[in-house]
């Protein structure tokens, strides 16, 4: 199954147990999982109440996160190398975001989704059209 689809199931999951009001942006959150032999990478979702182009740390307000929080990457999919993961989950996302699947529409009701390493930069890969 490809990430994208992962993705979508991920979200469609978490969205039917809780759906969010009132995110002003999602960021998709990437980190090491040092605890699964399997996986190097594993990402989460988080919601947060504000969002500023000019502040980094606009995703530091955390109102609501998916459940189950996190989805392990495997190696297969990540890859050991940061900069690899952080391409492959970006460009599922985007691949994610051009569908119409109702999972994909909550984020896409916000002001921004970004992704990137916890402690790093965030890119905001989605605004709305004007």
């Excluded at 039917?16 to 990402?43: C, M």
């Excluded at 990457?73 to 460009?91: F, T």
């Amino acid at each position: 199954m490809h990430l994208s689809a992962q993705l979508d199931q991920w979200l469609a999951q978490a969205f039917l147990n809780d759906s969010p009001t009132e995110i002003a942006g999602y960021s998709f959150n990437l980190f090491e999982n040092a605890n699964d032999a399997n996986s190097k990478f594993g990402v989460e979702l988080i919601g947060a109440s504000r969002f500023d182009q000019d502040d980094t740390d606009w995703a530091c307000d955390e109102t609501w996160s998916a459940s189950p929080r996190r989805l392990a990457l495997p190696i297969s999919i990540s890859g050991e190398h940061w900069e690899h993961c952080l391409a492959v989950v970006e460009n599922a996302i985007n691949q994610l975001l051009m569908t119409n699947t109702s999972a994909v529409s909550i984020p896409k009701s916000s002001q921004a989704i970004a992704v990137g390493f916890v402690d790093g930069d965030l890119n905001v890969i989605w605004r709305p059209k004007p």
